[in-house]
């Protein structure tokens, strides 16, 4: 079964710092990757997926994402956050060629202080 | 709207009571999900739609969980005789196809808080 984890349930970090959050999931098949991004009490907005072609995935906001198989990680950073970057991370794979469910990890709070 | 619509969004049950929570997804989308997250957690998968067809529930915890989407659009969580552990947020989703085959992006609602005393 496949399965994500996010290993930092907290990252905190002053603003304009770079920050990065990890992801590793593990698949033996090929899989799509996402990251969405949840607010207080709001759903879950997408940031960025990974889908193929360049490892380098660009999203919203001045994140980006990269994949790397043979680590089999998805790493979010963004060079300088915001206050208003403030939320709770969830990083989510599916397989391919199948109708599919995300699996999510279980997230990262990412609070930024100034 | 153009968004996920999902009412109430917020339900306090007694241990018992039978909710329902509803699902409005975007117009068109073929896909219909429903995911579980409980307090401090990510989304854990419920159930799965394409169109009118169930075509996979294999997280519903219990029989207790139902959900139905009968004419292909709007869907219907039903929880019945409620117990505490349901308490949780329930998170509708929708996308244009599966996702699985094309990477189409899925698309979540604000949710439907569930407290269950």
């Known amino acids: 079964a496949q399965s994500v984890t996010q290993l930092d349930s907290q990252v905190p970090v002053f603003e304009e710092a770079p920050v990065e959050l990890r992801c590793n999931y593990s698949?033996?098949?090929?899989?799509?990757l996402f990251w969405y991004v949840q607010y207080p009490n709001q759903g879950l907005q997408l940031l960025l997926k990974?889908?193929?072609?360049?490892?380098l995935v660009k999203g919203i906001n001045g994140f980006e994402a990269e994949f790397n198989k043979s680590q089999t990680s998805f790493h979010l950073r963004k060079p300088s956050v915001h206050i208003s970057d403030t939320a709770e991370y969830f990083c989510?794979?599916?397989?391919?060629?199948?109708?599919?469910?995300?699996?999510f990890g279980t997230g990262t709070r990412l609070q930024v202080t100034l | 709207g153009a968004g996920v619509s999902q009412s109430p969004r917020y339900k306090v049950a007694k241990r018992g009571q039978d909710v329902a929570l509803r699902c409005d997804p975007i117009?068109?989308?073929?896909?219909l999900f429903w995911y579980q997250q409980a307090l401090g957690q990510g989304p854990e998968f419920l159930t799965y739609?394409?169109?009118?067809?169930?075509?996979?529930k294999s997280g519903l915890p219990s029989d207790r969980f139902f959900a139905e989407r009968p004419e292909g659009s709007v869907s219907t969580l039903k929880i019945q005789r409620t117990q505490q552990e349901d308490s949780a947020v329930y998170l509708c989703?929708?996308?244009?196809?599966?996702?699985?085959?094309?990477?189409?992006?899925?698309?979540f609602g604000e949710g439907s808080w569930l407290t269950v005393v």
């Open positions: 989703a929708s996308s244009s196809g599966p996702t699985g085959s094309s990477g189409n992006t899925i698309y």
């Open positions: 698949s033996s098949v090929s899989v799509y």
């Open positions: 990974y889908l193929s072609g360049s490892t």
């Open positions: 989510a794979v599916t397989y391919t060629g199948t109708a599919s469910k995300l699996t």
């Open positions: 117009s068109g989308h073929v896909s």
């Open positions: 739609f394409q169109n009118e067809a169930q075509l996979d």
